[in-house]
């Protein structure tokens, strides 16, 4: 059970950072596309 659930809480955390990622691009993207 305690392994299963730390095993979740690390893919939630790599799932934040994937889409703090993903945000961050993103984000450039539009600075670049309005310049």
Known sequence: ???SMGRKEKEGETKQKIQQVLRHLRNQGN???KQ
């Open 1 to 3: 059970g305690v392994r």
């Open 31 to 33: 600075l670049t596309l």
